[in-house]
């Protein structure tokens, strides 16, 4: 079992910045790709960005390219995502997510098995 927990989430003026952290527990997530979710009050979860076991392979939803930067240090069992320039339509709960041995990488939430609690990320206009 990998237990998640996310932290690093707060309340930002628009254009400011907030770096969250995702620290595993548990066993190892070395082989594990990564990502991150979001949700916004009343809407659905969605994809923000993905990373495979190494940092090789790396995407982001169209939104969110050039203003966030995902990254992992597997020495740390950690996952980051630094948010730049940041607009009120980020704000959600930002959720962490890792995927199944067999998963390569994905945008698709069914193909993570383990979450965290989640951070909410607000941005004020």
């Known amino acids: 079992q990998v237990q998640l927990v996310e932290s690093g989430g707060g309340l930002v003026q628009a254009g400011g910045s907030l770096r969250l952290s995702c620290a595993a527990s548990g066993r190892s997530i070395n082989t594990n790709a990564m990502a991150w979710f979001r949700q916004a009050p009343g809407k659905e979860r969605e994809f923000v960005s993905c990373i495979d076991w190494n940092g090789g392979i790396i995407y982001y939803r169209d939104s969110v390219k050039g203003r966030f930067t995902i990254s992992r240090d597997n020495a740390k069992n950690m996952v980051y995502l630094e948010m730049n320039s940041l607009k009120p339509d980020d704000t959600a709960v930002y959720y962490c997510?890792?995927?199944?041995?067999?998963?390569?990488?994905?945008?698709?939430?069914?193909?993570?098995?383990?979450w965290g609690q989640g951070t909410q990320v607000t941005v004020s206009s």
């Open positions: 997510a890792a995927a199944g041995s067999r998963v390569l990488i994905s945008r698709q939430g069914a193909d993570y098995d383990y």
